[in-house]
């Protein structure tokens, strides 16, 4: 009987070091799980922080190229002080005046632009007659007339204004005409404009 207890009860002692034992293993194992799970993430984190980084790059790119895009503009008036014609045939109107001359592609010596790249490009002309002569005036593209408006004399002042959207190939000129028998007026007031810019390169 003695021996049976003692059996029995070396049995539960077992038992309970097992468990005593086995517990902290258990706990053992789950902490490591849980660091290899933080180490993980942190991994997965740094990836995350790479790819926004390369992210805020490539939104930051377009930017520099568009800083480096050709930028042209330019505005000019006549600097007349008085009248400008009428001549037997059509001449170029020649706008020395300068407003705003970004790019330097416009010469007030010929009154002539010249496309410094490909692109497509807005003009606009602006001029006035106020003698009984009429006013005729063309947008030509290299020797190519683009459009014409004309103003016949009513005695009172009139204006000729036009504008044009132009694809143009570096080097191609763009200028305004006086037709023959026809006249502009101006004086400081700057009656008399042409102006054009660079919409987008192509």
Same mark, same amino acid.
């Given at each position: 009987?003695?021996?049976?207890?003692?059996?029995?009860?070396?049995?539960?002692?077992?038992?309970?070091? #097992?468990?005593?034992?086995?517990?902290?293993?258990?706990?053992?194992?789950?902490?490591?799980?849980?660091?290899?799970?933080?180490?993980?993430?942190?991994?997965?984190?740094?990836?995350?922080?790479?790819?926004?980084? @390369?992210?805020?790059? @490539?939104?930051?790119?377009?930017?520099e190229?568009?800083?480096?895009?050709?930028?042209?503009?330019?505005?000019?008036?006549? =600097?007349? !002080?008085?009248?400008?014609?009428?001549?037997?045939?059509?001449?170029?109107?020649?706008?020395?005046?300068?407003?705003?001359?970004?790019?330097?592609a416009?010469?007030?010596?010929?009154?002539?632009?010249?496309?410094?790249?490909?692109?497509? #490009? #807005? *003009?606009? *002309? !602006?001029?006035?007659?106020?003698?009984?002569?009429?006013?005729?005036?063309?947008?030509?593209?290299?020797?190519?007339?683009?459009?014409?408006?004309?103003?016949?004399?009513?005695?009172?002042?009139?204006?000729?204004v036009? =504008?044009?959207?132009?694809?143009?190939?570096? =080097?191609?000129?763009? #200028?305004i005409?006086?037709?023959?028998?026809?006249?502009? @007026?101006? !004086?400081?007031?700057?009656?008399?404009?042409? @102006? =054009? *810019?660079?919409? *987008?390169?192509?």
């Open positions: 009987m003695r021996v049976s207890v003692v059996l029995l009860l070396l049995c539960l002692s077992s038992v309970h070091l #097992y468990r005593a034992v086995d517990q902290p293993v258990v706990g053992d194992e789950q902490t490591e799980f849980t660091q290899s799970q933080i180490e993980e993430l942190k991994k997965q984190d740094r990836g995350l922080e790479g790819s926004v980084d @390369s992210t805020e790059l @490539s939104a930051e790119e377009p930017g190229e568009n800083s480096n895009t050709a930028k042209v503009a330019f505005s000019y008036a006549s =600097g007349l !002080n008085g009248n400008f014609g009428p001549h037997s045939s059509d001449v170029t109107v020649v706008f020395r005046k300068k407003i705003t001359d970004v790019g330097k416009f010469s007030p010596i010929t009154g002539v632009f010249t496309a410094p790249l490909r692109g497509v #490009y #807005y *003009f606009r *002309f !602006n001029l006035l007659g106020i003698s009984s002569y009429w006013l005729a005036v063309c947008l030509y593209k290299n020797h190519t007339k683009i459009l014409d408006v004309t103003k016949y004399p009513k005695g009172q002042y009139k204006y000729a036009g =504008g044009a959207t132009l694809l143009l190939q570096k =080097g191609d000129h763009v #200028y005409k006086l037709r023959q028998k026809s006249q502009v @007026s101006d !004086n400081s007031d700057n009656h008399c404009t042409f @102006s =054009g *810019f660079l919409l *987008f390169p192509m």
